[in-house]
């Protein structure tokens, strides 16, 4: 009830393509749900972040889409770059009394040039 | 600048050795959290603070051990009882606001190796 399942585990996409990355959750009190950046050797940084009530949510080339229904969210890099090169980690927030970030197992992106 | 500092970035220790890492922010942030993170893992949640002199266990808090004397300190201990304590540790803050919703600010992380 607490995991946020993520997949691919490792992904390889040409300069110019189009990255996704998928997560499901099953804790329906999940109301939070953001996506983190990793560079090698640094912290993860909040890199766009969507509530539940939304399905979709822009900033740049980079994409959350949200299927409440199906308990399913995606993060979608247009124009891939070998700049966003990373590890990406989704994860999933409920508040209240439990206030707690679950985050899911990342996913390794190399955007070849 | 404001942020979180970790140190040490990187950290070796013998087995059955205490050793402490270091988180110091200059956010004026009232929560401090502790992950670790292993390969294929994610981030799991060690110990975190949401005031002064107050702090709980995470998920994984056997092994470890935290205190907040300081807003702006959290200091973690890894205790000769973890088992596996080799790992990239990372500390985190969030503000009133931010921590309603996940949006945690993180240190570079140090990287323990137990020899």
């Known amino acids: 009830q607490q995991q946020v399942k993520q997949s691919p585990q490792s992904l390889i996409v040409q300069k110019g393509g189009i990255s996704i990355i998928n997560c499901a959750y099953e804790?329906?009190?999940?109301?939070?749900f953001p996506w983190y950046q990793q560079f090698p050797g640094k912290g993860p940084a909040l890199l766009i972040a969507i509530r539940p009530d939304v399905s979709e949510k822009k900033e740049g080339r980079f994409t959350i889409s949200f299927n409440k229904s199906a308990k399913q969210f995606s993060l979608h890099i247009m124009d891939s770059q070998p700049g966003d090169s990373a590890t990406y980690f989704c994860?999933?927030?409920?508040?209240?009394?439990?206030?707690?970030?679950?985050f899911g197992t990342g996913t390794l992106l190399a955007v070849q040039p | 600048d404001g942020g979180i500092t970790q140190s040490p970035k990187y950290l070796f220790r013998k087995e059955g050795q205490n050793v402490t890492l270091s988180c110091e922010q200059n956010?004026?942030?009232?929560?401090m959290y502790w992950y670790r993170q292993d390969p294929g893992q994610g981030l799991r949640l060690i110990y975190y603070s949401q005031i002064v002199n107050d702090f709980q266990k995470g998920d994984i808090a056997e092994g470890y051990s935290v205190s907040r004397e300081k807003k702006e300190s959290f200091p973690l201990t890894v205790t000769s009882a973890q088992k596996n304590p080799t790992a990239f540790y990372l500390c985190?803050?969030?503000?009133?606001?931010?921590?309603?919703?996940?949006?945690?600010?993180f240190g570079e992380g140090s990287r323990l190796t137990v020899l």
């Open positions: 985190a803050s969030s503000t009133s606001t931010s921590g309603r919703t996940g949006e945690l600010f």
């Open positions: 804790n329906t009190a999940f109301d939070y």
């Open positions: 956010l004026n942030h009232d929560a």
């Open positions: 994860a999933a927030f409920t508040g209240g009394a439990t206030n707690k970030l679950i």
